[in-house]
């Protein structure tokens, strides 16, 4: 799938929208201090432009790297500001353990296109919280690092 294809929405799911959603007001001012860090291998940090506004934002994000691509469990669905965000402008800037990477090319993956690839970036538990938060599809881009 191309940036300019059609794309079937997927939402959260009922629990993501319930808990979770409530929850990233006060979570993701505080992830965000640390995603994307060295140290930090919880959340990764995507730096993405508004689609209309042109304002720049950063979102904390479940991203893991694999070879030359990162794979990014949409928690949010497909829906999300920074999804839609980054289909727009067909890219990003990613922050994960402490290195700049610029990325392009975001693709949807459904859940069994992305098996292979959730089973050799994610641990056994993560991907049971993937079942549990209903996630349905992931987003893959291909990265390359900034040179300094």
């Known amino acids: 799938m191309t940036i300019h294809d059609a794309l079937v929405p997927v939402p959260p799911s009922p629990f993501v929208r319930a808990v979770?959603?409530?929850m990233t007001k006060k979570l993701n001012p505080v992830i965000g201090k640390f995603a994307g860090g060295k140290h930090f291998h919880m959340?990764?940090?995507i730096k993405h432009l508004g689609r209309r506004s042109?304002?720049?934002y950063v979102t904390p994000v479940s991203a893991r790297l694999l070879g030359d691509m990162a794979l990014v469990?949409?928690?949010f669905g497909n829906?999300?500001?920074w999804v839609r965000n980054v289909r727009a402008v067909g890219g990003c800037a990613l922050r994960i353990g402490g290195v700049d990477y610029i990325a392009t090319k975001p693709e949807f993956l459904n859940r069994s296109e992305a098996k292979p690839l959730t089973r050799s970036a994610f641990s056994p538990s993560q991907?049971?919280?993937?079942r549990v938060l209903g996630i349905k599809q992931f987003m893959r881009l291909q990265i390359s690092p900034v040179s300094d």
């Open 73 to 75: 469990p949409l928690t």
């Open 54 to 56: 042109g304002k720049a």
């Open 20 to 22: 979770m959603r409530p």
């Open 79 to 81: 829906e999300s500001d």
């Open 43 to 45: 959340a990764a940090e």
């Open 127 to 130: 991907r049971v919280m993937f």
